[in-house]
Structures are given as structure tokens and as C-alpha cells.
T-cell receptor, first 115, second 116 residues
Framework: GDSVTQMEGPVTLSEEAFLTINCTYT??????LFWYVQYPGEGLQLLLK?????DKGSNKGFEATYRKETTSFHLEKGSVQVSDSAVYFC??????????????FGKGTKLSVKP | EAQVTQNPRYLITVTGKKLTVTCSQN?????MSWYRQDPGLGLRQIYY???????DKGDVPEGYKVSRKEKRNFPLILESPSPNQTSLYFC???????????????FGEGSRLTVL
């Protein structure tokens, strides 16, 4: 079945460092791709999305590009802040079958940003 | 205010004592889903529902039941809880479940369950 694999954490960075969190997927067809963020003590919330190949999703300084050829959707930010400390989840939306539209999540990557 | 509401937020119970975690959304969403979150295992789907009276198993449905009798509610039932169901549970909903899902799942704040 469809699946999402993201890099193991935790990731610890200093403020203003460059961030990359890798995400690759396996899917039948061309799913929509998403990044969700979970701040401490809260539920997940949508950070950005891309619905077709070569689309770039962006929000709050974060970006990710839908790469069909490498089946990847890596999350990047040029300069992280302490307030970006959170757990980040990559996800895809299933395309075919009775579960089409259902979201499949990766295991999450915990980011800690030090002042 | 648009929201997904879960209750209880915290619960400590004993093995075998049936419990229900309620989930309600006020956004007229068709799609609802339950997840559990465990350290090192990420977010795993328990059950989901594409619409009223339509439910399906996720990755880890064993030991759980759900029902979707009306659009706004999607309760999670543990008929005979066991310690391995100790976890943080999240309910979520979205407007449409279709093939080009917008992906904006709205999550509740979570229910932390401990089974002794």
C-alpha cells in the first residue's frame, strides 16, 4: 500500500540555521502531498501542501517541492527560529480504491531549535 | 468557532473497563478519522469514516470500534481496554474525502489515555 518515509529525528539546530527534513513516498498514481506541524501539547495543523508534480507549497518561510521523479517532498526553511521547535509530519492523500482521499502519515520528525 | 472537540482530554482507567472517547466537529465535514500517537511510532490511523454510516479500518484497528450515525460525531469505543492501548489519541476531520483531498485535516487537542 501507499506509504511515507521521513528522516529519523530528533533534529537539533541553532537559531538561523538551514533546515531540511527529508520525505519520500510510495504510492499508486499521483497523490497530493502535505506537511503538518505539531507544536508541544497541541494537535496537528496543516503547514503546506502540493497537489501535483513540480508544485511548490510554502507557508511561514517553509517550502517543499513535489518531485515526481524522486518521489520526494522535502521540507526546507532558510533560517529557523526557536518558535519552529515542533514535530513535523509528512503525509500523502491516497488516490485509488475505496480509501481514496485518506491521509497516510509518516512517523514524524522532532525539531529542536536552540537560541 | 470551527473546531474538533474530544472528550475526555485525560483518562486513567483499568484493564477491561469499557470506555468511549467522544469526538464532535461543527464544520459539517464528511470525513473523520481516529489516530493514536506513540513515541517512536508516529501517528497511526485506527479507523476512518468517509461519510455517515461509512467506516473503514486503518492500520491498527484491533481492540477498537467506531460508529458514524450522524455527520458531526465519531466516537471511539474501547470495549475491553488493555495496557497496550495506553496512548495519545487524536480525532480529525476534513470537508471532503475525495481523490484530490485538500488535505486540511482539522485535529482535536488529543485525549491522553492510560490503562492500568
Amino acid at each position: 500500500g501507499d506509504s511515507v518515509t521521513q528522516m529519523e529525528g530528533p533534529v537539533t539546530l541553532s537559531e538561523e540555521a538551514f533546515l531540511t527534513i527529508n520525505c519520500t513516498y510510495t504510492a499508486t498514481g499521483y497523490p497530493s502531498l502535505f506537511w503538518y506541524v505539531q507544536y508541544p501539547g497541541e494537535g496537528l495543523q496543516l503547514l503546506l501542501k502540493a497537489t501535483k508534480a513540480d508544485d511548490k507549497g510554502s507557508n511561514k518561510g517553509f517550502e517543499a517541492t513535489y518531485r515526481k521523479e524522486t518521489t520526494s517532498f522535502h521540507l526546507e526553511k532558510g533560517s529557523v527560529q526557536v518558535s519552529d521547535s515542533a514535530v513535523y509530519f509528512c503525509a500523502l492523500s491516497e488516490v485509488y480504491g475505496g480509501s481514496q482521499g485518506n491521509l497516510i502519515f509518516g512517523k514524524g520528525t522532532k525539531l529542536s531549535v536552540k537560541p | 468557532e470551527a473546531q474538533v472537540t474530544q472528550n475526555p482530554r485525560y483518562l486513567i482507567t483499568v484493564t477491561g473497563k469499557k470506555l468511549t472517547v467522544t469526538c464532535s466537529q461543527n464544520m459539517n465535514h464528511e470525513y473523520m478519522s481516529w489516530y493514536r500517537q506513540d513515541p517512536g511510532l508516529g501517528l497511526r490511523q485506527i479507523y476512518y469514516s468517509m461519510n455517515v454510516e461509512v467506516t473503514d479500518k486503518g492500520d491498527v484497528p484491533e481492540g477498537y470500534k467506531v460508529s458514524r450515525k450522524e455527520k458531526r460525531n465519531f466516537p471511539l469505543i474501547l470495549e475491553s481496554p488493555s495496557p497496550n492501548q495506553t496512548s495519545l489519541y487524536f480525532c480529525a476531520s476534513s470537508l471532503y474525502p475525495g481523490p484530490r483531498n485538500t488535505g486540511e485535516l482539522f485535529f482535536g487537542e488529543g485525549s491522553r489515555l492510560t490503562v492500568l
